[in-house]
Structures are given as C-alpha cells and as structure tokens.
C-alpha cells in the first residue's frame, strides 16, 4: 500500500490490515473493499461459524458487489453488530 492511497486510515488500522495476511493485497483501500469481498474474509476470521468465503466472489460487477454486501448485511444482523453499516449498497 502506497501512503497516498491510505492516507485516511490510521496508521494502527493499516498495519492491522497488513497484519491479517488477506487473499488479496490492499493496494487501493477504496477499490479494493467496495465489493466486499475482503471485508468478508475479515469477519470470517472472527465469526468463522457465520461466513463461508466460497460464497462470496471477488468481482467488481455490481451484482457482484450487492451480492456480497448483501450476504455481509445478513450475517453482521445475524451477530448484532449491522449498526456498524448502513442499508446502502
């Protein structure tokens, strides 16, 4: 990650991310969590039991996007914490 494309996050939430060793490397924060698919992977880490990343693709349609987003909203509904984002894809 170059610092001009992470110049909004915290230093600690960089190397956090960094830290997770993901699929894919974060080059772009942006484009690179938009359609959800690292997100899921993150959660999967601590709600193993709740999210299969099988079901989740690493495309950039927007079906793809909504699809993954949508699957995200459920699960974090699921354990309680939707709060943390909003309704809108």
């Known amino acids: 990650m170059s ?7 915290p230093r600690e939430v960089l190397r956090w991310i960094q830290s997770l060793d993901l699929a894919y490397s974060v080059k772009n924060v942006k484009r690179d969590f938009a359609n959800g698919f690292l997100v899921a992977e993150i959660f999967s880490r601590y ?3 709740d ?12 079906k793809t996007k909504k699809d993954n987003w949508n699957q995200i909203m ?7 914490i939707h709060d943390l984002l909003t309704d809108e894809i």
């Not at 610092?3 to 996050?9: F, G, P, R």
């Not at 999210?51 to 927007?62: A, F």
């Not at 459920?74 to 309680?80: A, M, P, Q, R, S």
């Open 3 to 9: 610092t001009s494309e992470v110049i909004n996050l």
């Open 47 to 49: 709600y193993a039991k």
């Open 51 to 62: 999210i299969s990343m099988h079901s989740y693709d690493n495309g950039n349609s927007g």
């Open 74 to 80: 459920k699960i974090l509904k699921k354990v309680g």
